[in-house]
Nanobody
């Protein structure tokens, strides 16, 4: 069992930055691929980024590539999402999630076993 708790959301002006954190419980955190998803009002939950246990070759959605950076600290059981050059269209609830899979399947919600409660990110224009 893995429990995930996100933090770091808030209100920021366009062009600003935020860093989201996701703290995980459990001794097997380092073996999980960690993903970030987001869901805007009236829209489906969409993939943002994912990172495997080793931290290399992360995936990014095209909409955030070059602006967001995912990282993880296995010693702290934490995954991060650094968000720069934020845009109003980045406004959403951001969720972290855990899966034992890697590969392009982690771009979809269906392969994730554990989810956090979400943290709100609002970008004003």
């Amino acid at each position: 069992q893995v429990q995930l708790v996100e933090s770091g959301g808030g209100l920021v002006q366009a062009g600003g930055s935020l860093r989201l954190s996701c703290a995980a419980s459990g001794r097997t955190f380092s073996s999980y691929t960690m993903g970030w998803f987001r869901q805007a009002p009236g829209k489906e939950r969409e993939f943002v980024s994912a990172i495997r246990w080793s931290g290399d070759s992360p995936y990014y959605a095209d909409a955030v590539k070059g602006r967001f950076t995912i990282s993880r600290d296995n010693a702290k059981n934490t995954v991060y999402l650094q968000m720069n050059s934020l845009k109003p269209e980045d406004t959403a609830v951001y969720y972290c999630a855990a899966t034992r899979y890697w590969g392009t399947v982690v771009l979809t919600t269906t392969k994730y076993d554990y989810w956090g409660q979400g943290t709100q990110v609002t970008v004003s224009s």
